[in-house]
């Protein structure tokens, strides 16, 4: 490790392959992004290709704008995911998209994009644990599943804007 990896953090992806090795989904009944669980280590998520942005990944931000999410390590496990499907998501510049991935819920394909209603996720996802509104019109759907948590964000519009995955155990 030498001194800057020491001041600025190393990225964990430096020596991944440059492209992603695997088709972009996430399973919500298995919780897994490409086939990989959450909670798992850094390592096992190698299939994602190396991450688009070094500073924010040397900072346990593994982030991949131009294929619309992103995951957070901690301690070396992979913890959470944020898919987003709008292109607005990233700092300008950043060449950020809508994640284009399939999701797959109770056993189907689904696509989902930044025109799916709150009435579409719930119909797919059933009834939230939680559901708040915040003042700006926003709303965010909660749902736990075991040991994960989900959380929709619904635009002031009531139209899909990302899905956040926090999981809180470590796999592996």
């Given amino acids: 490790m030498g001194m800057f990896d020491w001041l600025l953090g190393t990225d964990p992806t430096d020596k991944w392959p440059l492209q992603n090795l695997t088709p972009l989904e996430y399973d919500l009944d298995h919780h897994r992004l490409c086939g990989i669980r959450l909670g798992a280590t850094v390592q096992a ?12 990944a040397r900072k346990g931000r593994l982030v991949y704008y131009t294929r619309g999410f992103e995951v957070h390590t901690e301690q070396g496990h992979v913890m959470d995911a944020y898919l987003y499907f709008t292109d607005d998501w990233g700092p300008a510049g950043s060449g950020a998209r809508p994640f284009a991935g399939k999701l797959a819920i109770a056993g189907r394909e689904v696509r989902w994009t930044a025109r799916t209603t709150e009435p579409e996720v719930i119909n797919a ?48």
């Fill in 125 to 172: 996802l059933g009834e939230p644990t939680e559901r708040k509104q915040h003042d700006d019109g926003e709303v965010l759907l909660r749902y736990i599943r075991g040991s994960l948590m989900y959380e929709v964000s619904i635009t002031d519009r009531g139209t899909l804007e990302a899905i956040e995955v926090t999981a809180e155990e470590k796999v592996g």
């Fill in 45 to 56: 998520f190698e299939t994602l290709g190396r991450a688009e942005d070094r500073p924010a």
